[in-house]
Every structure is written in C-alpha cells, then in structure tokens.
C-alpha cells in the first residue's frame, strides 16, 4: 500500500511532464491520471488507515483515510469532468499539464497531515491554478490571475510563519502540535488556511477569481481548488479538540455571509461563487462529516459552472426573458434540486447528515441558511423553458460531463441511505417551499445590490488583517490565556 501511495501522488507530476514531450495524446494521458486516482479513493472507503512518516524527527506525516477518500474522489471525478468539457476545444497540451498538475498537488494536499507538506502543497496548486486562470491570456485573465496568485502567495507567508512558531513550540510540523502551539502560530495558520480556502471575509478574493475564469476552470477552482485550504482546517479539529469550536464557528459566520450575498447576486457566475463560499461553511459546521458534504458540493457545484458556461446570459434578469433549451434546464434544475437538499440526490443526505451532527448553537443559523440557498437556487428552477437548443453553445463534451457529475450525485446517495425517513424528508422539503415561495412573492422582483467593496484588490489584505486579530482573540479565548 505504501508504494502503491507513493507511485500515485508522483504520477500526475510525471505525466504532466511527458504531456509536453506527447502532446498528440495529452487528453488521454489527463484522463489516465484521474482514472488512478478514482482507483485510489475508492478503495480507501474499504482498507484500514494509513500513515506514512517520511520525516520522524520533524513530523512529517502522510494520512491517508476515509476522510482523504471523499475529497481525493471529488478531485477525481471533477478533473474527469472538466477534461471531457475541454475534449474538442482547442486546449493545448499546456492546459492540460497544468490540469493535471493541479491535480497532483491538491491530492497531496488532501493527504497531508503535517504543516510543512500541506505548505509546499499549496503553493505549487497556487501556482497551477494561476497558469490556469490566465491561459486565456488576455488582460482581464492575467490580472484576475495575479490578484488571484498575490492573494494567495501572502496568505501562505502568514501561515508559512505560523508553521515556524508551532515547530518552534513542539518540535514537530505535525498537526497534532497545534495542540501545545501559541495562539500567534494558531492565529496566523488558520488566516492563511481561511483565506487559501474562501472561507468568511478573508475569502471574498473568490467570488470575482471563479466568476471571470474561463467555464472549465472555475468548476476546478470551485468543485476542488478551495477544498486543499478546508481539508487541512476538518482534519485539524478532527485532531485537535481544542480547535474543533474556532473551526464550527467560521463554518457557521461563512455559510451565512456567502448565502446573504448570493440571494441578492443578479449575475449567475458571481451567484455560484458567493454560493461556494457557503457552501464551504457547511463543510466546516460539522467536521467529523465534512467528506461526504465536501464530494456532494464537488459535484454539484462543478455540474452548475459547466451549466451556466452555456446559458444565454449571465445575468438574471435577461435569462428570465429567454427561454432555455429543455435539455439544460433539466440538468440545470436536477442540480439546483440537489444543492437545494431534494430527495434522490446526494445533498439531500449530505444536508440531512450534516445537521445531525451540529451543536445546538449553529442550528439556527444552519437553517437560515439552507433556506437562503433555497431561494438562491428558485433563481434557476423557475427559469422559462422550450427554447431552441440550436442557439445554445454547447460543446460535444458538454454532456459527457454533466451525465458524470449529476449520475455521481444519485450514486452517492449509496453512503447515507439511511437519510430517507419521513421524519427526514419533511424538514427538507418544507424548507425548499418556504424558499421558493419567499423568492417568487419577494426575491425575484428585488432590485438591491450589495456593494463590492471588501472585494477590491487594495482591501483584501486589509480584511486579512481583521480576521488575524479575530483569530488571536478566539486563540486567547480558547486556550485561557
């Protein structure tokens, strides 16, 4: 198993190399690199844990879990996806080597559980998602690129230091020594985990990065790229006891906020992004199941970008005066249905599951802000229908694609069958009809814009700076100083 390990998380690096020296076959050799990795999670959901030490005295350490499984098959799956998008595009072999790269390096983010590793992970998915945001090479794609790639480069100084000051503390980069670490390590980790993330307002770089991106890549950026910045934050409060509040916390304060903007949000992709954003939060409000919640947004968020990469328009308003081909409505709707907690489809069982496992104190606002996405998604479910397919830009892939996210979401419903009860139905349901009802008599016809303020370049790192002084208060706060 060890070897089989091994040989996994250097494939994708290797074979984005040989990509350049074939690049008659690069879709092909992508597509053997996700099918590996499929191999890999799945099998994961069936052995016993492993952990690998490559450096004893430093902590450096490899695990590899059911935890790692869920996140390792959303990459998986939402990489196959978008390759099969991209097939008769002109994507050149550059395109797809960064792909994979990008892959490679958030899978070992994703088994990772020392602070030195997760580090040099991050920073080489940084760079891979930066080649990718600015492939297009226009102006608007390279300056979307670098603020997105100067976000994320400070970010990861701050958390390169706090690394430093946990090690200093404990001796070891392994994440159990959070534990003993000083609030300034804690403080300064978790800011640079938040915003790699897009979580609360140290996130908001997210919404304008995954909305201007080229269709393909904002499925990758919101389906898996932010997932490498939560991953770490649910294994450290599955570690370490005393993290597990602060994480519940900003899982709960970024639910909210992403779900306030996203049902005033007029603009499709930037709808998407703000929704990403809370939907991470949901991820981080019950980290003991934030795997299968972490896959079922994966898919579902991935299938939505690809969608709205081929609607008439971006913007509300205009789609309301447009009808849409049938075939993308469906498909459009069945996504919208599962993120909204519809039963059949795996959110159902991931939104059931998750708030079986919230304390008291985020039930309410957990609530609130499923019945925000609720109304959020009525904007796509009750989009006039009957248009021609003929004027719809759909590529030969298109489906390929979709047919592989959606069928993942009725699949997954194998893991939480037991969500299906009358008592667990009810809830969903309800809270889906009072969404619905809420945006037809109210949302649908409201003309308010929140301002984007907090998410122009020269305040970013000033919002970096609340949410570190917010962070060593909560360190102070939790460990009684």
């Keep these: 198993m060890t070897t089989i390990t091994i040989a996994w998380l250097a494939l994708p690096f290797f074979l984005g190399f040989v990509i350049y020296l074939l690049p008659k076959i690069d879709k092909y050799l992508a597509l053997c690199v996700t099918f590996a990795s499929v191999g890999y999670a799945l099998q994961l959901f069936f052995k016993p844990p492993l952990t690998l030490k490559l450096l004893d005295n430093f902590g ?45 390096s958030i899978n070992a983010a994703f088994v990772c559980s020392d602070l030195i590793s997760l580090y040099v992970a991050l920073e080489v998915s940084g760079i891979a998602a930066f080649l990718l945001i600015a492939y297009p090479r226009t102006d608007r794609s390279i300056w979307v690129g670098l603020r997105y790639l100067f976000v994320s480069n400070v970010a990861m100084l701050f958390y390169l230091v706090g690394a430093v000051l946990a090690y200093q503390a404990h001796h070891s980069f392994s994440f159990a ?48 790229v932010v997932k490498a ?49 809370s939907q991470l939060g949901f991820i981080l409000a019950a980290p003991v199941v934030g795997g299968f919640y972490a896959l079922t947004h994966g898919l579902v968020k991935s299938a939505l970008f690809l969608i709205a990469g081929v609607l008439p328009s971006r913007n509300f308003k205009e789609l ?21 907690g519809f039963p059949l489809l795996s959110g159902f069982g991931a939104k059931v599951l998750t708030s079986k496992n919230l304390l008291p104190w985020q039930a309410i ?24 397919s003929d004027n719809i830009n759909v590529k030969p892939g298109f489906w390929a694609a979709i047919i592989l996210l959606i069928g993942g979401l009725f699949l997954a419903n194998i893991v939480y069958y037991e969500a299906y ?46 949410i570190l002084v917010l962070l060593f208060w909560k360190g102070f706060a939790w460990l009684g100083i």
């Design 60 to 104: 450096v350490l490899l695990t590899i879990d059911q935890l790692s499984g869920y996140f390792i098959l959303t990459n998986a799956l939402v990489t196959t996806a978008v390759i099969l998008y991209c097939w008769y595009s002109d994507k050149r072999a550059f395109f797809y080597s960064q792909l994979i790269i990008l892959h490679g």
């Design 320 to 340: 309301q005066n447009q009808a849409i081909a049938t075939p993308i409505w469906i498909a459009l709707v069945m996504a919208s249905f599962s993120i909204s």
């Design 177 to 224: 020594g959070l534990r003993v670490a000083p609030p300034e390590a804690l403080a300064l980790i978790f800011l640079g985990l938040l915003t790699k993330g897009g979580i609360f307002v140290s996130g908001l770089w997210l919404p304008l990065t995954h909305s201007e991106s080229e269709t393909p890549v904002s499925a990758m950026l919101s389906g898996v």
């Design 229 to 277: 910045g939560v991953y770490p934050l649910v294994r450290c409060a599955l570690m370490v006891a005393e993290v597990d509040p602060i994480v519940r916390t900003f899982g709960v304060g970024t639910a909210i906020l992403g779900v306030f903007y996203a049902v005033f949000e007029k603009d499709t992709k930037r709808m998407l992004a703000f929704h990403t954003v």
């Design 365 to 388: 606002a957990m609530n609130i802000a499923a019945l925000g996405t609720a109304i959020s998604f009525a904007k796509f479910i009750f989009l006039p229908r009957g248009g021609n």
């Design 421 to 466: 009860s009358l008592e667990n139905i009810i809830k969903p349901l309800a809270t889906i009809a009072i969404g619905w009802v809420a945006y037809l008599i109210i949302f649908k016809h409201s003309l308010i814009k929140l301002p984007r303020v907090l998410e122009q370049f020269d305040h970013l790192i000033g919002v970096m700076s609340l």
